[in-house]
T-cell receptor, first 111, second 113 residues
């Protein structure tokens, strides 16, 4: 079983829609969770960083962590064409710094 | 906004040669990392570096690889005896402390011929 599973998509939605992106993981030691956005030929750009279960909101983005289900989500409200990118989830246990990434979901926002 | 910078953006090297990839982390960050992304695959952790020594490394980071902080600003990844399968994007990242968010550069695309 892969450590972090993420549907690669592509996921295509109309502008203004609410987008839901998800990852599941198998390692219960993971405690820190991140979402990165990656545009073509660019490095991952940090969007959200969370520790512990629950929700965290930043502007149009909400990150949700459910440790009991080993499931994390990123919601994007009022999606814009500029949100079109690959979204990567990443996670790490405490006292370790190497991130384990999902494969990324390719998101397309149609104008 | 401070950022991680990497040079060169694209490196082409003959198989068997040595290559050095360079990174300038964010200035007040203390932890430095290298990752790689083979085309179509996940971003994979290689190594983390703190206080002038390796703090963690993955199975990928074998004797072919080494890292160095030669001065107060640069962080380098050396790959010896390059192989075709070393072709990938290599990303440098830095964080202020361990388990703090990591910020990535735009990567070096390494092509081994």
């Amino acid at each position: 079983q892969k450590e972090v599973e993420q549907d690669p998509g592509p996921l295509s939605v109309p502008e203004g829609a609410i987008v839901s992106l998800n990852c599941t993981y198998s390692n219960s030691a993971f405690q820190y969770f991140m979402w990165y956005r990656q545009y073509s030929r660019k490095g991952p750009e940090l969007l959200m960083y969370t520790y512990s279960s629950g929700n965290k909101e930043d502007g149009r983005f909400t990150a949700q962590v459910d440790k009991s289900s080993k499931y994390i989500s990123l919601f994007i409200r009022d999606s814009q064409p500029s949100d079109s990118a690959t979204y990567l989830c990443a996670m790490t246990p405490p006292r370790m710094s190497g991130l384990t990434f999902g494969k990324g979901t390719h998101l397309i926002i149609q104008p | 906004e401070p950022e991680v910078t990497q040079t060169p953006s694209h490196q082409v090297t003959q198989m068997g040669q040595e290559v050095i990839l360079r990174c300038v982390p964010i200035s007040n960050h203390l932890y430095f990392y290298w990752y790689r992304q083979i085309l179509g695959q996940k971003v994979e952790f290689l190594v983390s570096f703190y206080n002038n020594e390796i703090s963690e490394k993955s199975e990928i980071f074998d004797d072919q690889f080494s890292v160095e902080r030669p001065d107060g600003s640069n962080f380098t990844l050396k790959i010896r005896s390059t192989k075709l399968e070393d072709s990938a994007m290599y990303f440098c990242a830095s964080s202020r402390r361990g388990n703090q968010p990591q910020h990535f550069g735009d990567g070096t695309r390494l092509s081994i011929l």
